[in-house]
């Protein structure tokens, strides 16, 4: 439970904030109800009161009365409404729901997807927040909806049965308060103890979701037989289920203990506001229905204030869940975004000096400095974690170097405006998109206004290699088998990525090694279409496969982050550094004689 009733309100008004800019009649009206709802239990005693006093009155007389006859009336219509107010309480909680779990949604997906850079994806912290965020997303609001209504009602009643109890006289409300309290009070002490149980050992349930997860999900099927995985995610599983339960158990039994040792004390406070009542109706100072309130009262009281800890626990966390979705919401994003100089196009972009270091601490880029000019074909080659990528990310402006700058035309690429700077470029990536969407929308996200020129469409599916694709699916064809459609090899899924960047359009086309999933006779294609591709563009070639850097009028050579070779194919085959070494060691897997130093080979 929130420390000080001040935080619980703060956090009450947050969610509230939430749900009435979700669904602000329904919510209104579902407050009304539940309120409605809350009042009906303490009229339902005040009732029965005047209608037991009455009868007192009328006993013997064999005949309905007036005064019989409107009480009944009225505790009849507050059966009826309670009734009554059960569907209908449910019908706009359903609806209030499901506008807050899209709205959640909303506020997630604008805010992460929104973020102009990636460095926030690089905090653990981050991470993690979003990862819980998209979690619960689904069920926090309903909790939210069931247990802060839940709460609402049952307060009301309480307040209300106080009042009436207040009425007939004041040592009434705190004696049955005396009764009742301290045990309610310690259940929402000990029930916080339960919630910070499941919230400390929140990393264990999220990790059991994971190691059932590796075993469900379709992605680990292969490996899970084929490695015979299922005791090891099964064993990893239990361990993350035993430390949960554990913190859980003791959390429980302490609540349960704690409860059981009030009991002597709740016994005694009840008894003597029972005594008291009798008295009173026995000394003629009070009438029969005010004893049978009291009576009644007891139950209500207890009852409800136990449901309106217990929903309150309940409640609690889908509290902080809003509390956090409200300070991720407010997360500002890493990169300055004052700049909005207009960029149309570029005659050359220049590296400066440009050094990286993620924000982990990993340094791969160090004093990177070169020129790309417009309509240059350049590649960059390097081993596996040479910086090959980072520079990239660099160049799209997903994060801004650590030292150095990169230069359009002379200005820093931080002034640049962002937008119209990303809408020069575009780029397949390693790990491109691969859409539940039609083929048309998959190589239309590429330039969306374009999405019904079927023209540019078929000429961007003969680009990326996807033609024959095309042809035998259609535009229309759903690529998703989840979703009833056809599933995509991993190659023809690059040649759509590869249709995408071509229907893009843009000055700088990036290809982080476009040609990965691609069979030899593809790759041979699409590497001796280069030329007519590239034309008009600057591109920028990242890959291993050192025979199709040779279409490159330049290459760029990274080691460790550092550049440490540059020029056309054969001066750095003449240089005998890196790059040359790089060549001997892939043109020896081409020769079966095994010597690698041949001319010609691999090209
Ligand atoms: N998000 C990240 N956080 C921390 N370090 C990273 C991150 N991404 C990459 N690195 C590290 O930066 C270095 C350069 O990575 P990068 O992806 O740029 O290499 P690369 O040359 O593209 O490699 P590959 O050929 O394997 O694709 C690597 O050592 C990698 O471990």
Known sequence: MPSHPGSLIRRILLALRQV??????????????????????????GLTRTLVDGLARELGRGSLTVDLFWPLAGLALAFALDFLLVPWVAFLQGAVNEKLTARVHLLLMEKAAGLPDLTPFENPSFHDELQVLRDQAPYQPLNLLVFLGNAFRQGITVAGVLGLLFSLAPVFPLLLLAGSLPQALLTFRLQKGVWEALLFGAPEARRMRYFAEALLSPEGAKEVRL?????????????????????????????????????????????????????????????????VLLLQSVGTL????????????MLYESLLYFERLEAFLA???????????????????????????????????????????????????????????????????????????????????????????????????????RYALTLRENIALGDLEALSDEGRLWEAAKAGGALELLERLGLEALLSKAFGGTELSLGEWQRVALSRAFFRGGELLVLDEPT?????????????????????????????RLGSVQMADRILVLQKGRLVEEGTHEELLGRAGVYAELWRLQAGLYRSDGDALGSGVGA
């Open 516 to 544: 990965a999933s691609l069979d030899p006779k593809e790759e041979a294609h699409l590497y001796r279409r280069f030329a007519e591709l590239s034309r008009g563009r600057t591109v920028l070639l990242i890959t291993h």
């Open 302 to 313: 207890q009852q409800n204030l136990y449901g309106l800890i217990q929903d309150g626990g």
């Open 20 to 45: 009435f800019q979700a669904a602000p009649r329904e919510a209104a009206l579902l407050l009304g109800l539940l309120a409605l709802g809350g009042l009906l239990p303490v009229a339902v005693l």
């Open 331 to 433: 997360l500002p994003p890493a990169l300055a975004q004052t700049a909005s100089k207009a960029v149309q196009g570029f005659e050359e972009i220049r590296f400066e000096n440009v050094g990286f270091v993620y924000p982990g601490g990993r340094r791969a880029l160090e004093g990177v400095s070169f020129t790309i000019r417009r309509g240059e074909r350049l590649a960059l080659v390097g081993e596996n974690g040479a910086g090959k990528t980072t520079l990239v990310k660099l160049l799209l402006r997903f994060y801004d170097p650590t030292e150095g700058r990169i230069l359009v035309d002379g200005v820093d690429l931080r002034e640049l405006d962002l937008d119209a700077w990303r809408r020069l470029v575009s780029a397949v990536f390693q790990d491109y998109g």
């Open 227 to 291: 490695y015979g995985l299922l005791p090891f995610f099964r064993g990893r599983y239990l361990e993350a289920f035993w430390r949960l339960h554990r913190a859980l158990w003791r959390a429980r039994g302490r609540q349960a203990l704690g409860a059981s040792g009030l009991v002597l004390g709740s016994t005694l406070a009840t008894a003597l506001a029972l005594y008291l009542g009798l008295r009173q109706a026995l000394l003629g100072a009070s009438g029969l229905g005010s004893l």
